[in-house]
Antibody
């Protein structure tokens, strides 16, 4: 049974850097997309970005200049770093495992990989940005 | 960004009643090379993390009760709860993963 463990709540001042880590236990890092999603107060879910086991990342364009997701295979964890935070970054932050589908193309002999859902989630970390 | 819009925003039903949520995308989510619809559905109960219900638009995740069903293709999708139970009170989200960023609908609140 895969389990994702997040840290506790954080209070940050504006312009500081948010750092969150998600520990992965009970399963491998390879073969999945490791993702971050957030939910601002009273609002819906917002996808932040993902990293796969080879270190390739995708980020939400609105956050791309401030966000970095990294993977530490030696510690079996992945991390989110968001710089220059403002009150708009106040949210519950979730880490999650993204499922990956491999589609083999006979003509090219190449595997194409597709994300297809977030099946395991951390418990969430409340981040408040306030002066 | 692909925009996915859910309707209604909220839904009040009686126990045992049927509930249907619609999700519409402004672009097709059907990938022609593998004939799969790149859309999923999640249930988000208060105080818990979201839970994956369906992927590829209609494939039920393991452990999801069969009173939940999902269908649709291209740009229009739906999630149906055949007989709503008390534990189904939650906000339901669709999510497209056809292209980055993988956007969520705004959510539909299901209440008893």
């Amino acid at each position: 049974q895969v389990h994702l463990q997040q840290g506790g709540a954080q209070l940050l001042k504006p312009s500081k850097t948010l750092s969150l880590t998600c520990g992965v236990s009970g399963g491998p890092l390879t073969g999945y997309h490791w993702s971050w999603v957030r939910q601002p107060p009273g609002r819906g879910l917002e996808w932040i970005g993902e990293i796969n086991h080879s270190g390739s990342t995708n980020y939400h364009p609105s956050l791309k200049s401030r966000v970095r997701i990294s993977l530490d295979t030696s510690k079996n964890e992945f991390s989110l770093r968001l710089t220059s935070v403002t009150a708009a970054d106040t949210a519950v932050y979730y880490c999650a495992r993204g499922l990956r589908y491999a589609d083999y193309s006979s003509p090219t002999g190449v595997y194409y990989y597709y994300f297809y859902g977030l099946d395991v989630w951390g418990q969430g970390s409340t981040v408040t940005v306030s002066s | 960004d692909i925009v996915v819009t859910q309707s209604p925003d909220s839904l009040a039903v009686s126990l045992g009643e049927r509930a249907t949520i619609t999700c519409k995308s402004n672009e097709t989510l059907l990938y022609s090379s593998n004939n799969k619809n790149f859309l999923g559905w999640y249930q988000h109960r208060a105080g818990l993390p979201p839970k994956l219900l369906f992927y590829w638009a209609s494939t039920r995740e393991s452990g999801v009760p069969d009173r939940f069903s999902a269908s649709g293709s291209g740009t229009e999708f739906s999630l149906t709860i055949a007989s709503v139970q008390a534990e189904d009170v939650a906000i339901y989200y669709c999510q497209q993963y056809y292209s980055v960023p993988y956007t969520f609908g705004q959510g539909t609140k299901v209440e008893i």
